[in-house]
């Protein structure tokens, strides 16, 4: 049976023309929040991981935990520095970046 696949769009065919092209103002702010989530995502399954609650990673690293919950749930900026300290001080992890 073939199918037609006129109408079907690529995911990144649907984000040019949700937020814009790669490039544009719109795009960008999209994909800087979509990178707040991921890391969000990533702490909270770290957290886990370690056996932690919100409260304890708080404690741990000298946040609150409405601030760890707010960052798991892609609600807040983070600085570079929290980022290292919720890691490498509160779940024991290494950062590691690269820059494409």
């Known amino acids: 049976m073939k199918t037609d696949n006129k109408k079907t769009t690529t995911f990144e065919q ?3 023309k949700r937020y814009g092209e790669v490039g544009s103002i719109q795009r960008a702010e999209f ?3 979509a990178k707040a989530f991921a890391i969000g995502e990533i702490i ?3 957290r886990l991981l ?3 609650t919100q409260e304890q990673l708080a404690e741990k690293t000298g946040t609150k935990k409405s601030f760890i919950s707010r960052i798991e749930n892609g609600h807040s900026d983070i ?3 929290t980022l290292y300290r919720l890691l490498e001080i509160g ?3 290494k950062i590691a970046f690269s820059i494409e």
């Open 14 to 16: 649907h984000l040019d």
């Open 31 to 33: 994909e800087i929040k």
């Open 44 to 46: 909270k399954e770290e």
């Open 50 to 52: 370690a056996h932690l």
């Open 79 to 81: 600085q570079l520095s």
């Open 91 to 93: 779940l024991g992890k």
